[in-house]
């Protein structure tokens, strides 16, 4: 018996009760069609020149396209040669899935404070934070805003520490004239549903050096040095190490395609939409927005800092009105599964206990950045 399946006439536009959404221009349905026609939904020629697209756009030699951010950084880790007893210097101000990718490679998390305006780590936190175990630092770009660990890379380099960036916020933002992706040894990008660029689901790591490349592709391969082609060619293949299966498969890349070519579309529109909320909060007593520094950024959400004592209720107050307000991130160093680690940041739990996002996604309208300030504004008052 043969089922049919009916895409809906009309999807609902996600409003101010979401607090992220994917967003899609149209093309991506006849890109689907175009890869579901030809049969091959693996890693196929799709998916390399979704790779050779990135490496274009972003300025770099090489792209390595993989099945998730989180893999990304997994595999990024594995490449820079980290493993058990080894530390890793990550913020706790992130998604869990950053520590998790530090504890999937036998590494141990080395917490470090952030920056209170930006969320970010800094140098001088980085150093403070750094140990004689210490063989990676891990910065997140918060919010989509590039990390200027600049004033530190001699010392990293002196100890032969790498810097493998989390950019799952920062795809198309700058650091100085380049792109994120440009200037680190190791940068990680997260093409999730609710990402600048969204793949439906994947992730991509850009390595600064052939060896890496070629490092990163075999280990998302399971180990296996020789390609799909040269293994459809031949009786055997050969395993030459640890790896797993973590290709992005052609349907995502198809998408991701389309994504890039609305770039232009995509950065003007987050940035206006993160400006129209700084100039809708500024008179809000009380209400602090967190700074991307929207000129070089290419915005992945907007967080706000609130008194303490008013958070929670806050939070409470916006979901009853129909805002899809959020926390990111509850820290990391006070989660059950990374208590071993816990150590004394008082900034990073200060700001844990203040954080709200609000929604932030390109199917906003217009006015909505002032409704939803002005929902804060009540919630706050107690009305």
Not at 100 to 112: D, K, M
Not at 227 to 246: C, K, P
Not at 353 to 360: A, G, N, Q, V
């Amino acid at each position: 018996m043969s089922v049919t399946y009916r895409v809906p006439s009309q999807v609902p536009i996600p409003g101010i009760e979401r607090n992220a959404a994917p967003y899609l221009y149209g093309p991506e349905h006849e890109a689907l069609s175009r890869v579901l026609a030809q049969g091959q939904y693996g890693h196929t020629a799709e998916t390399e020149e979704f790779e050779s697209e990135l490496a274009s756009f972003l300025g770099v030699p090489d792209v390595v396209a993989v099945a998730s951010g989180t893999t990304a950084l997994q595999l990024a880790l594995h490449a820079a040669g980290i493993s058990a007893g080894d530390e890793v210097v990550v913020p706790s101000m992130t998604f869990c899935a950053t520590v998790q990718a530090v504890l999937a490679v036998g590494a141990s998390p080395r917490f470090a404070e952030i920056d209170p305006d930006t969320l970010c780590v800094t140098a001088d936190s980085v150093a403070a934070a750094l140990t004689a175990s210490t063989r990676a630092v891990l910065p997140v770009l918060y919010g989509g805003r590039a990390v200027d660990l600049d004033p530190l890379r001699a010392e990293l380099t002196r100890r032969r520490i790498t810097v493998v960036e989390d950019a799952a916020h920062a795809f198309g933002s700058r650091h100085g004239r380049l792109r994120v992706g440009a200037t680190g040894e190791l940068t990680c990008f997260s093409f999730g549903p609710i990402k600048n660029l969204t793949c439906g689901q994947g992730g991509a790591v850009v390595p600064r050096h052939p060896l890496d490349a070629a490092a990163l592709r075999t280990l998302r391969g399971l180990g296996i040095a020789e390609s799909a082609e040269q293994r459809a060619a031949a009786t055997g293949y050969r395993v030459t190490g640890h790896g797993l299966r973590a290709g992005l498969p052609a349907l995502n890349a198809a998408i991701g395609r389309v994504q890039l070519a609305h770039r232009d579309r995509a950065e003007r529109e987050r940035r206006t939409l993160w400006t129209a909320y700084r100039e809708a909060l500024a008179d809000i007593d009380g209400v602090r927005t967190v700074d991307v520094d929207v000129a070089r950024s290419v915005p992945s959400l907007c967080a706000v800092r609130v008194p303490i004592e008013q958070r929670d209720r806050t939070f409470v107050a916006l979901r009853a009105a129909g805002v899809g307000v959020g926390v990111h991130y509850p820290p990391n160093h006070l989660q059950p599964a990374f208590r071993a680690w816990t150590r004394p940041m008082p900034v990073t739990e200060q700001t844990g206990r203040e954080i709200l996002t609000l929604p932030f996604h390109q199917h906003l309208r217009p006015g909505d950045p002032a409704r939803v300030a002005d929902a804060l504004r009540q919630a706050l008052a107690g009305r």
